[in-house]
């Protein structure tokens, strides 16, 4: 199967550090992106090629893969970051596949 | 500054046929090495990838949507476009086009859609 589960909603304080998952059995031969979507806004990518910013994105989002899961790391967790975040990869035939989606709430 | 924008109608009825364009700029999409992507999100849910197009005209599509969906380029006006034939109202959502890099980083296949157009609101209803 390629789909990807992510947690519902999760919530962090400000200033502190939360960690999201993406699961999937694509991610073990496909790296994941990740996108954060602001209310009423396009999507926007945070992270590509497992750990790649792109320009403007601030350095405290980070991410990693160990087997089946991604993970994005918001370091220092700032009010702005309040969003909907989506991971996505592709499968072997490509077609794509988004995450279910995890709402952060910045406390 | 590469930007999409979308167009088309913001009402179909349904069993009628879904046509939305995407227009680039900042790329020519002849001359890229780019893919050209349709996603979707009907409100309040999640993101569902439609299919995507390179300048040659190859296609994928997402296997839930195969049988209703095409996706065509016109490089002579840097656009490409969809249609969804035979819309119901589980059609209805935000229609997002997006531009996808594709490569390979560190033997991995990499891909990633790295600027949208801002989506345009398709409701079907009579």
């Known amino acids: 199967s390629s789909e990807l589960t992510q947690d519902p909603a999760v919530s962090v304080a400000l200033g502190q550090t939360v960690r999201l998952t993406c699961r999937g059995g694509?991610?073990?031969?496909?790296?994941a992106s990740w996108y954060q979507q602001k209310p009423g806004q396009a999507p926007v990518l945070v992270i590509y090629?497992?750990?790649d910013r792109p320009s403007g994105i601030p350095d405290r989002f980070s991410a990693s893969t160990s087997g089946n899961t991604a993970s994005l790391t918001i370091a220092g967790a700032q009010a702005e970051d309040e969003a909907n975040y989506y991971c996505?990869?592709?499968?072997?035939?490509?077609?794509?596949?988004f995450g279910t989606g995890t709402k952060v709430t910045v406390l | 500054q590469v930007q999409l924008q979308e167009s088309g109608p913001g009402l179909v009825k349904p069993s009628q046929t879904l046509s939305l364009s995407c227009t680039v700029s900042?790329?020519?999409?002849?001359?890229?090495?780019?893919?050209w992507t349709w996603i979707r999100q009907p409100a309040g849910k999640g993101l569902e990838w439609l299919g995507r197009?390179?300048?040659?005209?190859?296609?994928i599509y997402n296997p839930s949507l195969k049988s209703r969906v095409t996706i065509s380029v016109d490089t002579s006006k840097n656009q490409f476009s969809l249609k969804l034939r035979f819309v119901t109202a589980a059609d209805s959502a935000v229609y997002y086009c997006?531009?996808?890099?594709?490569?390979?980083?560190?033997?991995?296949?990499?891909?990633?859609?790295?600027?949208w157009g801002q989506g345009t609101l398709v409701t079907v209803s009579s």
């Open positions: 997006a531009r996808q890099a594709q490569g390979i980083t560190n033997l991995k296949v990499t891909s990633y859609f790295d600027y």
């Open positions: 900042g790329d020519s999409i002849s001359g890229s090495s780019y893919y």
């Open positions: 197009i390179y300048t040659t005209g190859s296609t």
């Open positions: 694509s991610l073990r031969s496909y790296f």
């Open positions: 090629d497992n750990n």
């Open positions: 996505n990869s592709r499968d072997s035939s490509g077609n794509h596949v």
